[in-house]
């Protein structure tokens, strides 16, 4: 292909819509008939319903609805019991709740004041319980549970199917990877090092809130509007609880106005569809700012390393423990723990390794998906870690790390062998950008001190996994795509043209590409994992070389042409002396101005088996980040002076958009490093809302962040391409505090790094002087 | 108890009946259909329900209807002229200063007051005029790199 469209920063597709204020948002949506559903929630952080009493809140003017256990136990339409991993959810509270804003009744009614009130007037009796309020508290002998069994869903997934509750404790699931033998490890090692990290529950804070319209028909279908990022998971998981097949449920997807992962598996739709179930009217419900926090969180972690080093740094063992407080219901904690432990080790070559990742039941909100899923809190440890050591050793941290760092071919803690791998390349450019070498300038005058860090990354994508596409190619030769991923920020809708564009040598302007709906898309699993321009960008690539080939097809039949004459350039093609166009190849199949080709792209992800070696991932996420800091101190107020981060993007197919990724992720990661955390007090949230928790605004930027797109192609992914969303934030926050450590030779093992945590090191330092 | 207000939105002289505990975000969005700004915290602190009443940008989401009575509202649909983005839209989308869009109308609406007040500002009073808006997707430098654009005309 000659004039391509891949590889340039067209503008994005989405974006006339949404600059003009015309892009809907489900909150923007209204269906005919809809009322309006609130969601009473518990007190408690953990209690047993003794009774509800609803007839005051039914008595209210406009109330249609009052949805309580009775109503979901007692129906044999419904399966009170979901989950993505495990079926420990209900969609109202059955015998008891298990966290603070554990939904207990809904109602329904013609304005949202109405409903408001309806609440109110709902009677509970509770019968508190004693509470486990974090993940030490939960693994303590004789800790209350949290669940005392836990129903197992029928098809569950494929990388989770070995992950089980243990038994008669909080544990819901516990990952074990072993390579070599860690204590010969440790006896081989001249040093060894122990140190525990923490980080704390934070939210996702898309601005656009969680909200779903649902809608019963008379037949029984199922037609649901929502804010979701796996629509397909979704669909399975109601078509379960309300006993139809997938056909009767349809789910469809408007914009999303952020997602980061908090917007993955069922959340508000099992309750929206139970409500309009029993209103017999079409519901919405868009929660408020402190639902939003009650009803999804990233993991608080607890993480202990242990590692073992020779004097020149080698590395010879590491032993790693995460511990993640999944909250109240598993969600999708079990691959969250899963996946921090896989690469919990860092992106190093460590001959004996032993991971214990456990995603620990406490009486808190559920904890689930955030963008680094798992590896941004197993990232805080070990690169924190490896500056420790490299300080004890007196070592240059980029030394530590490419003498130890994977390259092409390097030995995964799993026995497999990584490829396509530009680890090293992105370390050497973060630290060339912000000017590793000239780090020991003289320091300034005064109490204000700078340093530089430095931190890099490994993560593994969702494997096995599933993306199908379908595109038209319409009788004008324009072109139109239907899958599942949603377009939540990230740039999909474009992407996807661009690869389509390329492959089939038209226009991006040409081709539309619809947003999702369950009844007319193909089967995607979800828009997470960083996964969607290589998963759903190979399975669209694939569409349009199907395409391509019944074009050929058509030629070699209507024009008796051999096949190996047929040639296609620049959204024409050739064959002996004659060009024609898609659209007058079209016009000779169809006879006329009509007619569609439908070509189809279908991935396929799996877990391979050779020589007794299981791949763990599609592809790797690789990157690192700098940063450079100025600390005061006398008063441990911090700086960000630059920051930059590089990604091994595979191949870029939008430029922009991947810059857009990079930056966007490294922000999220100053904010999680500089100053995000929930705050409980008795499994109550006290800060849910953006005044006391806080996030970063463009007054906390540095000046400058650097993105860097560092290109090793796949061979698998479309023209080379790997997802990026993630990978950028996970090395922030041990970038910074790294920088902390050079600035001011303290060491913060704790997040958020605040000024008061960095004044109180440094007194300790000096008292140890 | 219902109180009539009236408002000139986007342009055009508008007679409202609203409740007096409604909000001006509640009645652009629910009685006009102009949802292009966004409820996000509801306190006035993230700057998505942003719009400009009589020139100035306000948190519609904590503004009465009834003490926007008289005055005059901006909304993201107004901006555009007859067949031509605002110079604001063409930048954002030219330096990709938007992903999901949730806080674009905010964004856009600040600035263009920004602007008004102070057609050439700095990079350091953009950065401080824009702090009270977020944006989670985190397009900082792309939405400084617009409004310098605009400013420098």
Known sequence: ?769 | MKKQIHVRVNGLETELQVEPRMTLLEVVREQLGLTGAKLGCDIQVCGACTLLLNGKPVSACSVLAVDADGGDVLTIEGLAGQGSLHPLQEAFMEFGALQCGYCTSGFILTAKAMLEENPRPGEAEIRSYLAGNFCRCGCYQEIVQAIKRVAGR
């Open chain 1, 1 to 769: 292909m000659e004039e391509t469209e891949t590889g340039e920063s067209i503008r994005r597709l989405d974006y006339e819509a949404k600059i003009t204020g015309r892009a809907q948002y489900l909150a923007d949506m209204k269906v005919p008939g809809m009322c309006h559903g609130k969601i009473l929630r518990s007190p408690h952080p953990h209690a047993r319903i003794r009774s509800l009493d609803t007839s005051k809140a039914l008595s209210i003017r406009g109330v249609l609805a009052v949805l309580t256990r009775d109503d979901i136990v007692k129906d044999q339409g419904i399966d009170p019991y979901y989950g993505p991993v495990f079926k420990d959810q209900t969609i109202v509270a059955v015998e008891k709740v298990r966290h603070v804003g554990d939904p207990v009744a809904a109602v329904a009614a013609l304005e949202p004041e109405a409903a408001e009130e309806a609440l109110s007037r709902i009677e509970i009796d509770y019968e508190e319980m004693p509470a486990v309020l974090d993940v030490s508290e939960a693994m303590a002998k004789g800790a209350p549970l949290l669940h005392e069994s836990v129903r197992m869903p029928p098809h569950g997934f494929a990388d989770l199917a070995e992950l089980k509750p243990v038994e008669g404790t909080n544990i819901c699931t516990h990952f074990k990877l072993v390579k070599g033998d860690v204590e010969k490890g440790f006896a081989e090692s001249d040093y060894i090092f122990e140190d525990t990290f923490t980080l704390p529950t934070t939210q996702h804070c898309s601005l656009e809130p969680h909200g779903c319209i649902a809608s019963v028909e008379r037949d029984g279908r199922i037609v649901v509007w929502s804010t979701t990022q796996n629509p397909f998971v979704v669909r399975t998981q109601l078509a379960n609880i309300f006993k139809v097949s997938v056909s009767k449920v349809r789910i469809v997807v408007p914009y999303l106005g952020g997602g980061y992962g908090g917007k993955v598996y069922p959340k508000l739709e099992p309750l929206t569809v139970a409500l309009a179930r029993k209103a017999r009217r079409p519901v919405r419900i868009v929660l408020s700012r402190e639902e939003v926090f009650y009803t999804i969180t990233k993991h608080a972690a607890v993480i202990r390393m242990k590692t073992g080093v020779k004097k020149d740094g080698t590395l010879v063992a590491r032993q790693c423990e995460v511990l993640l407080d999944t909250g109240a219901y598993a969600e999708i904690g079990p691959r969250v723990a899963k996946k921090s432990g896989y690469t919990a080790a860092g992106p190093y070559k460590i001959p004996n390794v032993k991971i214990d990742s456990m995603s620990i039941y406490t009486n808190r909100p559920p904890a689930g998906a955030f963008r680094g899923f798992g590896v941004s809190q197993s990232a805080w440890a070990h690169e924190s870690q490896m500056d420790v050591i490299a300080a004890a050793l007196n070592m240059d941290p980029l030394e530590i790390r490419l003498k130890n760092g994977y390259e092409e071919g390097s030995e995964f803690v799993t026995g497999e062998t990584l490829s396509s791998l530009g680890l090293k390349s992105c370390v050497e450019k973060v630290a060339a950008a912000i000017g590793w070498k000239e780090k020991r300038a003289a320091q300034p005058n005064g109490p204000v001190r700078r340093g530089k860090g430095i931190a890099c990354m490994i993560k593994a994508t969702i494997t096995p996994s599933i993306s199908c596409a379908v595109v038209k190619l319409n009788e004008d030769a324009s072109a139109t795509i239907y899958t599942g991923t949603v377009e939540m920020g990230q740039g999909s809708d474009t992407v996807l043209a661009q690869i389509v564009a390329r492959e089939m040598g038209i226009s991006a302007e040409n081709i539309q590409v619809l947003g999702v709906d369950t009844d007319v898309a193909p089967y995607d699993l979800t828009t997470s994992s960083s996964r969607s321009t290589f998963h759903m960008g190979k399975a669209v690539q694939l569409a349009a070389q199907d395409l391509l080939n019944q074009l050929k097809q058509i030629v070699v039949q209507d024009y008796g042409v051999p096949p190996d004459q047929v040639k296609f350039s620049n959204g024409r093609v050739q064959f002996l002396e004659t060009v024609l166009d898609y659209q007058e190849i079209l016009f000779k199949r169809f006879g006329m101005q009509g007619g569609t080709l439908v070509g189809q792209g279908q991935v396929k992800t799996k877990v391979t088996h050779e020589r007794g070696v299981k791949t763990t991932s599609s592809f790797w996420f690789l990157g690192a980040g700098a940063a450079e800091v100025e600390v005061d101190c006398e008063t441990g107020k911090l700086r960000l002076v630059k920051y930059v981060t590089a990604v091994d993007v595979g191949k870029a197919i939008n430029p922009l958009g991947c810059r857009q990724q990079l930056e966007g992720a490294a922000i999220t990661g100053m904010g999680q490093a500089l100053f995000e955390e929930i705050v409980f007090d008795n499994g109550q949230i006290v800060n849910p809302n953006f005044v006391d928790y806080v996030l970063p605004s463009l007054g906390d930027m540095p000046p400058s962040i650097e993105p860097i797109l560092v290109e090793v192609p796949h061979l698998e992914g479309p023209f080379g391409a790997k997802g990026i969303g993630e990978t950028a934030l996970i090395p922030v926050a041990p970038a910074i505090a790294n920088a902390i450590f050079d600035a001011v030779g303290v060491r913060i093992r704790d997040l958020p790094i605040k000024a008061e945590k960095i004044f109180l090191a440094l007194e300790e330092a000096k008292k140890k002087l």
